[in-house]
């Protein structure tokens, strides 16, 4: 099946400074890869995503690229604001269609 | 999303009671899919049903969990005899154009 690993875990930054999170998937039949942001207590909101047949999006300070021969996409976050803080989490869906398969979450903390 | 619907919202239970967790997904889907969340770890899927149909129950152990999602009704996810080791928080998802969209879920506590 399908194994999604990300990095880092934590992840400290000075606002106003870029983040990058990356995360390797192991199907090279997965077609999406959506990233989820969730604050504490609250459920897991899709930020982004991006589908296999493109490199890269965007959507204002959110970027998100894959390298599909690599096996990897990630996570781009400028201009880092405190509400982003949060924890992160990609994903990748199998080439079955089924079920997302999650990394494990990166704790993003924006400093003042 | 707002959409996808999930109660109750809080559950206590002592062990070795049953919990039953229900969740209604986004108004004319028919693709269920739950997730555990362990306190301060990551998504873990459990199951995935269409209408009175299991697709992927690979997520689920293996024993005093089922899930069903009947003609009509929501979804339930039940958890039998449980113990400490269950309290997480409880996810569904909802499926629209490839997207999935995340309930508010259950917390579930195990005294």
């Known amino acids: 099946g399908e194994n999604v690993e990300q990095h880092p875990s934590t992840l400290s930054v000075q606002e106003g400074d870029s983040a990058v999170i990356k995360c390797t998937y192991s199907?090279?039949?997965?077609?999406?890869f959506p990233w989820y942001k969730q604050e504490l207590g609250k459920r897991p909101q899709l930020i982004i995503d991006?589908?296999?047949?493109?490199g890269e999006k965007k959507d204002q300070r959110i970027a998100v690229t894959l390298n599909k021969t690599a096996k990897h996409f990630s996570l781009h976050i400028t201009e880092t604001q405190p509400e982003d803080s949060a924890v992160y989490f990609c994903?990748?869906?199998?080439?079955?269609?089924?079920?997302?398969?999650f990394g494990t979450g990166t704790q993003l903390k924006v400093e003042l | 999303n707002a959409g996808v619907m999930q109660n109750p919202r809080h559950l206590v239970r002592r062990r070795g009671q049953e919990a039953r967790l229900r969740c209604s997904p986004m108004k004319g889907h028919s693709h269920v899919y739950w997730y555990r969340q362990l306190p301060e770890e990551g998504l873990k899927f459990m199951v995935y049903?269409?209408?009175?149909?299991?697709?992927?129950e690979s997520g689920m152990p293996k024993e005093r969990f089922s899930a069903e999602f009947p003609k009509e009704g929501p979804s339930i996810l039940r958890i039998q005899q449980v113990v400490r080791g269950d309290s997480a928080a409880y996810f569904c998802a909802s499926l629209q154009q490839g997207e999935q969209y995340f309930g508010p879920g259950t917390r579930l506590t195990v005294t």
């Open positions: 199907d090279s039949a997965s077609n999406y």
């Open positions: 991006i589908r296999s047949n493109v």
């Open positions: 994903a990748a869906l199998g080439g079955g269609g089924n079920k997302l398969t």
């Open positions: 049903l269409q209408k009175e149909n299991i697709i992927d």
